[in-house]
T-cell receptor
Framework: GAVVSQHPSWVICKSGTSVKIECRSL??????MFWYRQFPKQSLMLMAT?????????EQGVEKDKFLINHASLTLSTLTVTSAHPEDSSFYIC?????????????FGQGTRLTVV | SQKIEQNSEALNIQEGKTATLTCNYT??????LQWYRQDPGRGPVFLLL?????KEKRKERLKVTFDTTLKQSLFHITASQPADSATYLC???????????FGSGTRLSIRP
C-alpha cells in the first residue's frame, strides 16, 4: 500500500518556540492532505485541509495564524505550530489522498507526538 | 451539525467470537464510509471502505455493512484473535476529495 511518512515522530520544544512537522507521500502524489490532532483516549479531530498550491482550509476554532500549513508540492505538506504552548501538546497526524483514478482511500502518517515544556 | 457515534467506547469479547462494532451518523450523507484500526501511539491504518450504493463489503475476517436509511454501519471481525485488540475508528467522507470525519472510536479487547 501507499506510504505516508511524518517527521519527526516525536518532538519536545520549549514554550514560545515554533515546531515544524512534515508529511510526505512517499510513492504517490497527493493533491489533498489533512491534518488532525488527537488528545489521549479521544478521536482524531480535523484541523485543516491542505491543498497543493493553494491556501489551507481550517476547521472552525482552529487558529490559522498559529497552525501554519504549507502544501508546496504534490508529495509534501508541512504544519508549523507557532509560539507553542503546553496546551498545544498533542498527537498530530496527517493523511494524504492519492490523486487521480477515482481513488478514495486516505493513507495516514505514523503521527508526531509534540510535547511543549 | 454532523455527528458520528460509535456506540461502545469499549468492547471486550472472548477469543474466537465475532466482534461487532456499530457506527451511527446524523446530519450527513456520506459517499464513503471507512473503518480504520489504530494502535496506541500510531496513526490509523485503513481497513475497509464501503460506498453509499453498496450494502456489504468483505475482506478476509472483516465484514462491513452500510445502511444509508438507518444511517448506520456495522463492522464485524469473525474468529477474533487477541491480535485484533485495538481501537477501531469509523470515518465518513462526502466525496473523494472531501475531508474525513472520524467517530470517537471503540476500544476492542479480545481475551484469550
Amino acid at each position: 500500500g501507499a506510504v505516508v511518512s511524518q517527521h519527526p515522530s516525536w518532538v519536545i520544544c520549549k514554550s514560545g518556540t515554533s515546531v515544524k512537522i512534515e508529511c510526505r507521500s512517499l510513492d504517490f502524489q497527493a493533491t489533498t492532505m489533512f491534518w488532525y490532532r488527537q488528545f489521549p483516549k479521544q478521536s482524531l479531530m480535523l484541523m485543516a485541509t491542505s491543498n497543493e498550491g493553494s491556501k489551507a482550509t481550517y476547521e472552525q476554532g482552529v487558529e490559522k495564524d498559529k497552525f501554519l500549513i504549507n502544501h508546496a508540492s504534490l508529495t509534501l505538506s508541512t504544519l508549523t505550530v507557532t509560539s507553542a504552548h503546553p496546551e498545544d501538546s498533542s498527537f498530530y497526524i496527517c493523511s494524504a489522498v492519492r490523486s487521480g483514478g477515482g481513488n478514495t482511500e486516505a493513507f495516514f502518517g505514523q503521527g508526531t507526538r509534540l510535547t511543549v515544556v | 451539525s454532523q455527528k458520528i457515534e460509535q456506540n461502545s467506547e469499549a468492547l471486550n469479547i472472548q477469543e474466537g467470537k465475532t466482534a461487532t462494532l456499530t457506527c451511527n451518523y446524523t446530519n450527513y450523507s456520506p459517499a464513503y464510509l471507512q473503518w480504520y484500526r489504530q494502535d496506541p501511539g500510531r496513526g490509523p491504518v485503513f481497513l475497509l471502505l464501503i460506498r453509499e450504493n453498496e450494502k456489504e463489503k468483505r475482506k478476509e475476517r472483516l465484514k462491513v455493512t452500510f445502511d444509508t436509511t438507518l444511517k448506520q454501519s456495522l463492522f464485524h471481525i469473525t474468529a477474533s484473535q487477541p491480535a485484533d485488540s485495538a481501537t477501531y475508528l469509523c470515518a465518513l467522507r462526502g466525496s473523494s476529495a472531501s475531508k474525513i470525519i472520524f467517530g470517537s472510536g471503540t476500544r476492542l479487547s479480545i481475551r484469550p
